[in-house]
Nanobody
């Protein structure tokens, strides 16, 4: 069973940094894409970034240059390092996963497996 548990959210001032962690279990990182998605109040869900050990990384325009996705295979964890945070980055951040053969065909928002989310609040 695919399981994802996010942590690391919190309150930070604009311009600050946070690192989100996603603890994974039930699958092999080499075979899956792992992604981060953000849900903001009143807005649609936005796929921010994904990491694939075979196909590389992707960043949405809204976070490219400010956020970095990485993984630690020994810990089976995926991270999202967020810098230069802005108030509009406020939201619930979710970690998701999909097998590579599926992930190549669908947007991040359609990944089948998700964690419970972690709240990020950026104050002005």
């Amino acid at each position: 069973e695919v399981r994802l548990v996010e942590s690391g959210g919190g309150l930070v001032q604009a311009g600050g940094t946070l690192r989100l962690s996603c603890a994974t279990s039930g699958f092999t990182l080499d075979d899956y894409y792992v992604a981060w998605l953000r849900q903001t109040p009143g807005e649609e869900r936005e796929g921010l970034s994904y990491l694939s050990h075979s196909d590389g990384t992707y960043y949405a325009d809204s976070v490219r240059g400010r956020f970095t996705i990485s993984s630690d295979n020994t810990k089976k964890a995926v991270y999202l390092q967020m810098s230069d945070l802005k108030p509009e980055d406020t939201g619930i951040y979710y970690c998701g996963a999909a097998r590579g053969v599926l992930a190549r065909e669908i947007p991040i928002t359609e990944y089948p497996s998700w964690g419970q989310g972690t709240q990020v609040t950026v104050s002005a």
